[in-house]
């Protein structure tokens, strides 16, 4: 497979400020969605809610639920099922609202018996600490990652343009999944570190040729070693990116109302995550070389 990308002379550091201003963009805009979300951004886990699950004997349309609950005025509830067991059904609701859905789920549905399998509550307060931890396991994740590529490549320059590719992963994959109506929950969580760690580790192999090259062809200027390097590792990264896509879209299309969230920030984010890796980890590292060779 490798043998499609064996001899490639893209030049990718010539596009670096059309993908700057292009990731400027959507980072902002990730960032104002985020803002007009303000707590609807959050689901159970960290904004506190109730989780309803039930047992019904015959399987149940959503449509069915969905007007059932609205009767109620339960219109914002996120309700769930598996294609497995369709007669399961979950409902999450911002509120205690475990009276009133037993009561018309009894009303409407007496032809069709149910038994309820858990009644779970998440205060808020327990909300804003999972929100918080969440928040302080990336920051950390994000600093050990600084540190290691920091003394890895004896040179913080890589350590902090790598941090940048990883932060603008995170952001606008945050920003896509928002926009689509989806809730930060703790699968979005682990599917940002999941994303953080494929990021750099295709980051530092860029990065890993980049300093052979640096050491095999010092004659070269900096920019024609990064777009060497780029070119040359091309095939892995893509290859990597499509098989791992394989896996996480059948996941999305096939692993149920649960993993569904999951699955899709996954494939924002690796997709963002290769992007990031040719057009913005390693071209920050050139403009800021550059930018010094131009003040010495």
């Known amino acids: 497979m490798l043998s499609f990308f064996s001899d490639t002379h893209i030049n990718f550091v010539s596009k670096r400020f059309i993908c700057f201003a292009i990731s400027s963009v959507l980072i902002i805009a990730s960032i104002v969605t985020y803002i007009q979300k303000k707590d609807e951004a959050y689901g159970i886990d960290f904004a506190g809610g109730q989780i309803q699950e039930y047992r019904f004997a015959e399987p149940i349309a959503t449509d069915d639920l969905r007007a059932t609950l609205k009767e109620i005025n339960l219109d914002d509830a996120v309700i769930q099922q598996f294609d497995q067991y369709p007669e399961n059904v979950i409902i999450r609701t911002q509120k205690d609202t475990y009276d009133e859905v037993s009561t018309i789920f009894k009303k409407n549905f007496s032809y069709n018996p149910f038994e309820i399998l858990r009644i779970e509550k998440v205060g808020p307060v327990v909300g804003k600490a999972l929100r918080k931890a969440a928040v302080l396991a990336i920051i950390f994740a994000l600093g050990g990652i ?121 494939i924002i984010g690796f997709i963002a995550g290769t992007y990031s890796t040719i057009f913005i980890a390693s071209p920050l590292v050139l403009a800021w070389e550059s930018r010094r060779i131009k003040k010495k």
């Open 146 to 266: 600084l540190i290691y590529v920091g003394f890895r490549f004896k040179h913080f320059d890589f350590g902090v343009a790598g941090v940048i590719a990883l932060l603008h992963d995170v952001i606008i994959t945050l920003g896509l999944l928002l926009f689509l109506g989806r809730q930060i929950d703790l699968l979005v969580v682990t599917a940002l570190l999941t994303i953080a760690g494929y990021s750099i580790n295709d980051t530092i192999i860029i990065y890993d040729r980049v300093r052979e090259n640096m050491v095999t062809r010092n004659k070269n200027s900096l920019a024609e070693i990064i777009n060497m390097s780029i070119n040359q590792t091309l095939g892995r990264t893509i290859l990597t990116t499509i098989t791992t896509l394989l896996v996480v879209t059948t996941l999305f299309f096939r692993g149920g109302e649960v993993l569904n969230t999951f699955a899709l920030c996954l």
